[in-house]
């Protein structure tokens, strides 16, 4: 009886956990391609990281967004580097 009741609260959290997951990986498959991409690219991926943030919420939501301004930053500066 009580793994019927631990197993049916687990549900909610294994979809919020794998799509946090999701959002991890695909994190870390933009920012690893980062480097090699060309310029302006890292900026479109991180405005689309930070338009997801709002359909997750909560601090993960939070973290994509904040990861989606830093690809952003980061795209611009390696930009200005390259004038």
Known sequence: MS?????????????????SATAALLLISLLSGCAGMPSGSGTQFGM?????????????????????QFMVQQDMLAQRQQR
């Open 3 to 19: 793994q019927k009741i631990a197993s049916k609260s687990l549900v909610v959290p294994k979809s919020i956990v794998s799509l």
């Open 48 to 68: 689309a990281l930070a338009s997801f943030a709002p359909m997750i919420g909560g601090k993960q939501g939070q973290s994509l967004r904040q990861a989606g």
